[in-house]
Each structure stands twice: as C-alpha cells, then as structure tokens.
Nanobody, 116 residues
C-alpha cells in the first residue's frame, strides 16, 4: 500500500509563507503525476496545483503568482511553496498521487490556518 505523508502546515499571519511537503513511499514516484488540493470547512475539495512526471505545472487561478509546486524525484517528495498567504487560503491541504500503473492515492491532509 502506497503512503503519502504531508507535513509543513501550521498557523501563519496573512502575508506570510509556508512550505508543504508530501513524501511518498515505494518506488513509483517518478511515474506519478502529483497534485495538491484543499478543502475549507463547509466547502468542496478543490484543486490547487498539479505537476506532471515531466514537471509541467498547472495552478488554480486563485493561487497563481503566489504558490509554486515542485518535485524532487530523488526524495520521492512533492512540495507546495505558499507565499503571500491570505485568510481565505485557510483549509486542509491534501497531497494527491496519480499513476495509471499504480492507481490514485490521497494523503491524510495537513491544516493550514492563515490569521488576519
């Protein structure tokens, strides 16, 4: 069973920064497209950013210019650098693993709280 372990969440003031990490177990990271999603209380889970096996990135409009997704295949880890955080970025952030060969997996989530 593949596992995804997120870290890096916490409480930050508006305008601050956080970097989320998602470490994956096993040896399939290189063949997986990875993503970050978030879910705020009372709202549906929504896409934040994705990165393909070729490191092509895609961002939701509401984070463009503020968040950066990256991957380190040597460490089996995907990152989300979040700058200029806003109170509306408060949510549980989930890592997502997608591979046609291995399947799809979610991390357990990490809480990000941005105070005004």
């Amino acid at each position: 069973q593949l596992q995804l372990v997120e870290s890096g969440g916490g409480l930050v003031q508006a305008g601050g920064s956080l970097r989320l990490s998602c470490a994956t177990s096993g040896s399939f990271f290189r063949i997986a497209n990875m993503g970050w999603y978030r879910q705020a209380p009372g709202k549906q889970r929504e896409l934040v950013a994705t990165i393909t096996t070729a490191s092509t990135t895609n961002y939701a409009d509401f984070v463009k210019g503020r968040f950066t997704i990256s991957r380190d295949n040597a460490k089996n880890t995907v990152y989300l650098q979040m700058n200029s955080l806003k109170p509306e970025d408060t949510a549980v952030y989930y890592c997502y693993f997608n591979s046609p060969l291995v399947g799809n997996y979610w991390g357990q989530g990490t809480q990000v709280t941005v105070s005004s």
